[in-house]
């Protein structure tokens, strides 16, 4: 993968290498210890044979009446997991940039400000409907709590991901020196 660097007075061009085991593996860390765990109970007619292990973990599963009822954690992958993905199947430099800028930016929130903000939202909120929506979103945060209490930001693993990426340049050019190439062609 080639990766081009706009700097201020040059622009540098990089052949991108990564060990993707290591990388792959990190990102299966940063699932574990940084996505927000999110404690769901639902009823449904059909069974569900299988569940994506790494979004999904079955809690309990039981039979009532023609219904099951399932109790499971999801994950919910934060940005990082995502930027990861894209770098490692498409080979995206838009996600490689994001990810050696350290965009926190649509980061997943902790799960204390995740809980503040909708408590903020409920005191906000006049519609009925909309604030009983909120209630059973808060229920539910409130409901997994214990299932959040070690989950780490995912910030702190920006740089380790970092580390695994290697920059080779390749090329480098002076912004002043392609200003001129280009004025010597237009006079052609």
Request: net charge positive.
């Amino acid at each position: 993968m080639y990766y081009t660097e706009q700097g201020e007075d040059f622009i540098t061009t990089y052949f991108v290498t990564f060990d993707i085991e290591k990388m792959s593996k990190l990102r299966n860390d940063i699932i574990y210890n940084c996505s927000f765990i999110e404690r769901i109970t639902e009823y449904r007619k059909e069974e569900i044979t299988e569940f994506d292990q790494k979004k999904y973990r079955v809690l309990k599963k039981e039979k009532v009446g023609d219904k099951y009822k399932y109790t499971y954690l999801e994950f919910h992958y934060p940005k990082l997991v995502k930027l990861i993905d894209n770098f490692i199947k498409s080979k995206d430099s838009a996600s490689l940039k994001a990810i050696l800028d350290k965009n926190f930016k649509g980061e997943l929130d902790t799960y204390e400000n995740t809980l503040k903000n909708f408590i903020r939202e409920l005191a906000q909120e006049d519609d009925k409907l909309k604030r009983n929506a909120i209630e059973r979103k808060l229920s539910t945060l409130i409901d997994s709590t214990k299932d959040n209490k070690n989950q780490k930001d995912p910030r702190l693993y920006y740089d380790e991901v970092i580390k695994l990426i290697k920059l080779n340049p390749i090329s480098k050019v002076s912004r002043i020196s392609l200003e001129r190439e280009e004025i010597r062609k237009r006079r052609i």
